[in-house]
């Protein structure tokens, strides 16, 4: 069952190993086939090292195993709700990565402040509230799902591919797979690129990106009249 959408979550969980952006388990990716409504999604714990194609387990979006024969990541139900509300993405990325979880452990949204940032994410990248403790000890996972999406009731999803859970780590999500890993490895570029701004400038309030240069750049990548890159031959 999705052969093809296995290995193509199975090669992007492993890519969050080659681009540095996970430590031991600390990750996972999902993908969805929007005509059945199935997850695949990485098995909760299981190193990078051991894991296999056929190990990816399926998940409708319900929660329930369709099939597998190891538990799905324990971060499913965020997945899930991420799925539900946004019907534009076709996958989704976790990570613990450094530059990104500081700010996220610090509560702070990202702030664009420079080109690199405009390029991919458009304005700040949002920092969710904390979760109440009730949200905590009920359905926790479920809960982490439902901030993201309430945070994105006053931010486009589709513009702004990310998201800081408060005193946690990232999600990113994309078209596939694919993009949701390579939202997550910019994410933490320009995570990192943020903290070394600071450091250099500690005195007074970061310079922001002035709003004419943040349009832009993320325009001439992503609206409709873009002309970055090369034309897609047919």
Same mark, same amino acid.
């Given at each position: 069952?999705?052969?093809?959408?296995?290995?193509?979550?199975?090669?992007?969980?492993?890519?969050?190993?080659?681009?540095?952006?996970?430590?031991?388990?600390?990750?996972?990716?999902?993908?969805?086939?929007?005509?059945?409504?199935?997850?695949? /999604?990485?098995?909760?714990?299981?190193?990078?090292?051991?894991?296999?194609?056929?190990?990816?387990?399926?998940?409708?979006?319900?929660?329930?195993?369709?099939?597998?024969?190891?538990?799905?990541?324990?971060?499913?139900?965020?997945?899930?709700?991420?799925?539900?509300?946004?019907?534009? /993405?076709?996958?989704?990325?976790?990570?613990?990565?450094?530059?990104?979880?500081?700010?996220?452990?610090?509560?702070? !949204?990202?702030?664009?402040?420079?080109?690199?940032?405009?390029?991919?994410?458009?304005?700040?990248?949002?920092?969710?509230?904390?979760?109440?403790?009730?949200?905590?000890?009920? +359905?926790?996972?479920?809960?982490?799902?439902?901030?993201?999406?309430?945070?994105?009731?006053?931010? !486009?999803?589709?513009?702004?591919?990310?998201?800081?859970?408060? +005193?946690?780590?990232?999600?990113?999500?994309?078209? !596939?797979?694919?993009? +949701?890993?390579?939202?997550?490895?910019?994410?933490?570029?320009?995570?990192?690129?943020?903290?070394?701004?600071?450091?250099?400038?500690?005195?007074?309030?970061?310079?922001?990106?002035?709003? +004419?240069?943040?349009?832009?750049?993320?325009?001439?990548?992503?609206?409709?009249?873009?002309?970055?890159?090369?034309?897609?031959?047919?």
């Amino acid at each position: 069952m999705l052969e093809s959408l296995k290995e193509a979550v199975f090669e992007a969980n492993l890519s969050l190993v080659r681009h540095g952006l996970v430590l031991f388990t600390w990750g996972n990716v999902s993908a969805i086939d929007r005509e059945s409504g199935r997850i695949v /999604i990485k098995p909760s714990g299981l190193s990078y090292a051991d894991m296999k194609a056929e190990d990816m387990v399926v998940v409708d979006l319900s929660g329930q195993v369709v099939e597998g024969r190891l538990n799905p990541s324990s971060d499913t139900p965020t997945h899930i709700e991420l799925y539900k509300a946004f019907p534009k /993405i076709g996958g989704v990325t976790h990570t613990h990565s450094t530059y990104a979880a500081a700010w996220a452990q610090a509560g702070r !949204d990202l702030p664009c402040l420079g080109t690199t940032h405009a390029d991919y994410f458009y304005g700040a990248v949002p920092c969710a509230r904390p979760l109440t403790k009730t949200e905590i000890e009920r +359905a926790y996972e479920t809960n982490t799902g439902l901030v993201i999406t309430e945070t994105f009731k006053k931010n !486009d999803y589709a513009a702004c591919p990310g998201v800081l859970v408060h +005193a946690h780590g990232p999600f990113t999500w994309g078209r !596939d797979a694919d993009e +949701a890993v390579y939202h997550a490895v910019v994410l933490e570029e320009i995570a990192k690129m943020a903290t070394l701004t600071k450091q250099i400038r500690p005195q007074g309030a970061l310079i922001y990106a002035d709003q +004419a240069l943040q349009d832009k750049h993320y325009f001439r990548k992503h609206g409709k009249n873009a002309y970055y890159g090369q034309e897609k031959k047919s």
